[in-house]
């Protein structure tokens, strides 16, 4: 079965500071991931989504970028770091070869101070 | 636009009672939608999904839904809860999008249960 891991599990930055989370999964190929941001323990929202290596698709525009160098591997950005990017970020997977359920990772909770 | 709704933030039971977990949709075309549970500071598990077929869905814990189309409703439930159920539940309704297949979710319902 697959397995998403994520790092690191938590992170403190300072505004203005650089961001990079790394999300790598292992146990399926070219699957669909995806980048959720979780605010304040609850709403769930979608950030980014990558069909396959190199190709990403933004759903919010904001202070972050997204990139998939490898088939296995979602990166998630930031030049500058805000205050509001604080928050709990998910990776995700679906498998093509499976039905339409997505499997999340464990998680980074970033706080920006 | 395709849209769930949780309508309680939280719910809360006791030990060995049944529970229920509210959802309603809003989607064009034939829904296709999803039950998570989240423990604090993990990631979401997936519990079930309703794709087509039978309405009254079975999943993950001994937690079933039922489909309702004529309500537009996907609750979640289970006939006896324990303490160990105690987490945030999300509904999520999928979108098709050229290959994305991107999820919609609820503001989440907080389940408590007590002994």
């Known amino acids: 079965s697959q397995t998403i891991h994520q790092w690191p599990a938590t992170l403190v930055q300072p505004v203005g500071s650089p961001l990079s989370l790394e999300c790598t999964v292992e146990?399926?190929?070219?699957?669909?991931l995806y980048w959720y941001r979780q605010a304040a323990g609850r709403g769930l929202q979608l950030l980014f989504y990558?069909?396959?290596?190199?190709?990403i698709s933004s759903e919010v525009p904001q202070n972050l970028s997204a990139s998939r160098p490898q088939d296995r591997q979602f990166i998630l950005s930031s030049k500058k770091l805000l205050l509001s990017d604080s928050g709990f970020y998910l990776c995700a997977l679906r498998e093509l070869a499976r039905s339409y359920e997505q499997y999340f990772g464990p998680g980074t909770r970033l706080t920006v101070t | 636009a395709q849209s769930v709704a949780q309508p309680e933030d939280q719910v809360n039971v006791a030990e060995g009672n049944p529970l229920t977990v509210k959802c309603t949709y809003s989607?064009?075309?034939?829904?296709?939608l999803f039950w998570y549970v989240q423990y604090p500071n993990r990631g979401l598990q997936f519990l079930l999904k309703y794709i087509t077929g039978d309405n009254l869905v079975k999943g993950s814990y001994g937690f079933e839904a039922e489909f309702n189309k004529s309500q537009t409703s996907f609750h979640l439930k289970k006939p006896s809860a324990l303490v160990s159920d105690s987490a945030l539940y999300f509904c999520?309704?999928?979108?098709?999008?050229?290959?994305?297949?991107?999820?919609?979710f609820g503001t989440g319902t907080q389940l408590k249960v007590e002994l």
């Open positions: 999520a309704v999928m979108t098709l999008t050229g290959g994305g297949n991107k999820l919609t």
């Open positions: 990558s069909v396959g290596i190199g190709q």
């Open positions: 989607v064009s075309g034939n829904p296709y």
């Open positions: 146990g399926t190929s070219n699957p669909n």
